[in-house]
C-alpha cells in the first residue's frame, strides 16, 4: 500500500474518502469493498482520509497501521476536513466511487458521479446489537470506559502508539518502573485510571497495566501521562515504537497517603490486570 500526505493527481482510480476516526466495523468493511471493486474493475484503489477535527480517538499512524492489509492500493492523507466531490472526482480520475450507505453525502456523491460520468457502489453499514455502527457509537462506549464494548464495535482494542519516553523514574519508588508512552497531542485520551492492556514491542506482546493520568501520590505536576508497567518484562526500550491496545477500566485515580499503601494497590491492581487478560486469553482459546 503506497501512502502519501496529501491528494495527489491519478487516473483510472476506484475511490472513497472519509475521516475514518475510530477505524470501526464498518470502515473495516468499506475499505475491504473498495479493494475488491478496484480489483474487479482493473483500477486503482485509493482512500482518502480527511483530517478529523479536534481530538482523534484515532490518529493517521493509528489509521494505517489498521487499514493496511485491507488490500487497498493507496491511502492518501488530507489536511482538509472537508472535500469538493467535483475536484476529488477530477483530481483521482476516479472511474468508480465507493460510499457508505449512510454518509451524510450520499446524494451529493451520485450527483457528482452522474456529471462526471463515474459508477457509485454503495457499502451496507455495519450493526452491533441492531444498531448501525458509526463513529458517535464507539465515542459514547469510550467515554464510558466500556472498552469491551469499543472492540465489539471497532473488531479492534482502542489503542495508542508512540515513542517510549523518559519519565522522572518515579515508578521504581513503588517497586514497578514503566515505560512512559508519548501519544501526539491529537490524541483523545481515555478518562484518567488504571487499565488492564497490552504492549507491543518490536513484534513481541506483553501484558501491562497502565496508568493514564495524573499522579497525585508521588508528584503534583498537572499534567497527563501515560504509564505502562510491563509485566514479567525487565530490558531497556527508552526510544523504541511502542503500540498498546486497552481492554478493560480497572480502576479510578486515588491519592494514597503514604509509599506502603500505593504499593499495596499496585499489587491488586496487577492481580485484577492478570485476571483481565488471562480470562481474554482464554476465551480466544
Do not use: W
Not at 489498521?66 to 488530507?78: A, K, P, Q, R, Y
Not at 475536484?87 to 449512510?102: F, Q
Amino acid at each position: 500500500m503506497k501512502k502519501y500526505n496529501e491528494i495527489v493527481r491519478m487516473e483510472h482510480t476506484c475511490a472513497a474518502y472519509g475521516t475514518f476516526d475510530s477505524v470501526h466495523r464498518g470502515h473495516m468493511k468499506l475499505a475491504k469493498e473498495l479493494a475488491a471493486q478496484g480489483r474487479k474493475r482493473g483500477l486503482t484503489s485509493v482512500l482518502v482520509i480527511l483530517s478529523g477535527e479536534g481530538k482523534v480517538l484515532t490518529t493517521e499512524t493509528e489509521k494505517e497501521y489498521f487499514l493496511e492489509d485491507t488490500g487497498i492500493d493507496v491511502l492518501m492523507f488530507s489536511t482538509e476536513r472537508t472535500v469538493e466531490i467535483e475536484s476529488l472526482i477530477e483530481t483521482l480520475g476516479a472511474e468508480a466511487l465507493v460510499i457508505g450507505e449512510n454518509h451524510k453525502e450520499l446524494s451529493q456523491v451520485k450527483n457528482a458521479a452522474e456529471k462526471a460520468g463515474a459508477e457509485v457502489v454503495i457499502c451496507e453499514g455495519e450493526k452491533e446489537d441492531g444498531e448501525l455502527i458509526t463513529t458517535e457509537l464507539v465515542k459514547e462506549a469510550f467515554e464510558a470506559c466500556d472498552f469491551r464494548r469499543v472492540e465489539a464495535l471497532c473488531g479492534h482494542p482502542y489503542i495508542m502508539t508512540g515513542k517510549v519516553m523518559h519519565g522522572k523514574a518515579l515508578g521504581r519508588t513503588v517497586g514497578m518502573p514503566t515505560a512512559n508512552l508519548g501519544a501526539t497531542d491529537n490524541k483523545l485520551m481515555p478518562p484518567d485510571g488504571v487499565y488492564a492492556t497490552s504492549v507491543t514491542i518490536e513484534g513481541e506482546h506483553y501484558k501491562a497495566m497502565t496508568n493514564i493520568g495524573k499522579r497525585p501520590s508521588v508528584d503534583n505536576f498537572d499534567y497527563v501521562t501515560i504509564e505502562a508497567f510491563i509485566l514479567d518484562f525487565s530490558r531497556d526500550i527508552y526510544g523504541k515504537d511502542l503500540l498498546l491496545e486497552v481492554y478493560r477500566y480497572v480502576r479510578g485515580v486515588k491519592k494514597f497517603d503514604c509509599l506502603e499503601d500505593v504499593q499495596k494497590q499496585v499489587q491488586k491492581d496487577i492481580q485484577a490486570v492478570r485476571d483481565v487478560l488471562d480470562a481474554k486469553i482464554e476465551a480466544a482459546g
